[in-house]
């Protein structure tokens, strides 16, 4: 196993069901992640297995109680030793495809979900970093948690195919290229000619100015950031610029 998450909720179905899907589902089987989910309850001491209770100083909704997630923190160290706990919150720095990568480095990682108002801050002493997925607010850090897992564990070796790792979106500051499968024609339209041509140096270079392309229009900011232009950009951009001119003729 290369990489441990571990997710803290009081709604443990809804992980333990994206455990089923896909890639992550694979690549729990293949032994390469292992996705852990902790029922916070199960680390109450009442009755009731009771996690919330009303804010101090007053004000609408409940807050999440502080020592479940200390009991589980101290459960979790004698089984496993320290982890890196992620806190989903609004108040995090927003998750993107390099927090992915980093995160991807930490092997051991635990992620506590939020519901209510939030959780009693004093948690907060065993928090290494508050994670956003965007400036909204949802009823929960589940959904948080299960993305953090997702784009994280697509990091991790052997996950996905490293190749479409380095090709998709975000990896060289630009977004992916456009994709086509078969027929060739849908509909009258039909696969660009180059990428049925054989030439592998020409595809590469026609999906770089796709690319770039996509990139300059759907988003500038990500390609005002793009530092380093390689001979397949340098290339792309001059096809770019051959295209432009034959449009204009
Ligand atoms: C209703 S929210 C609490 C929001 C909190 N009162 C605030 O405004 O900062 C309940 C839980 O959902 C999760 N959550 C909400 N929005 C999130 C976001 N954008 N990213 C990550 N987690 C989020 C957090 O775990 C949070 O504790």
Redesign the pocket.
């Known amino acids: 196993m290369d990489m441990r998450f571990s997710v803290v909720t009081i709604f443990p179905d809804m992980i333990e069901a994206f455990k089923k899907f896909g890639v992550v589902a694979q690549a729990i089987a293949e032994g390469i992640i292992e996705v852990n989910v902790y029922n916070l309850r199960d680390f109450t001491t009442d009755k009731h297995r009771v996690v919330d209770d009303y804010p101090f100083g007053g004000g609408p909704g409940m807050v999440m109680k502080a020592e479940p997630f200390f009991r589980f923190y101290d459960f979790y160290l004698k089984e496993f030793g320290k982890p890196y706990v992620v806190?989903?919150?609004?108040?995090?720095r927003i998750f993107d495809n390099e927090k992915a990568m980093e995160l991807s480095q930490k092997k051991d990682v635990v992620i506590?979900?939020?519901?209510?108002?939030?959780?009693d801050e004093r948690v907060m002493d065993i928090v290494d970093e508050e994670?956003?997925?965007?400036?909204?607010?949802?009823?929960?850090?589940e959904l948080?948690a299960m993305v953090i897992v997702d784009a994280t564990s697509r990091f991790v070796p052997g996950v996905v195919d490293e190749e479409s790792v380095k090709r998709e979106s975000f990896m060289k500051d630009l977004l992916d290229h456009p994709v086509y499968t078969r027929p060739r024609n849908v509909r009258g339209k039909s696969v660009p000619e180059v990428l049925l041509s054989g030439d592998h140096e020409r595809i590469e270079v026609w999906r770089r100015k796709e690319s770039m392309k996509k990139t300059i229009l759907k988003r500038p900011d990500l390609f005002l950031k793009k530092e380093s232009f390689d001979r397949i950009d340098k290339l792309s951009i001059i096809e770019l610029f051959r295209e432009l001119i034959k449009s204009a003729q």
């Open positions: 806190l989903t919150s609004p108040q995090g506590f979900c939020g519901r209510y108002e939030g959780i994670i956003s997925i965007g400036d909204y607010v949802l009823t929960g850090g948080a």
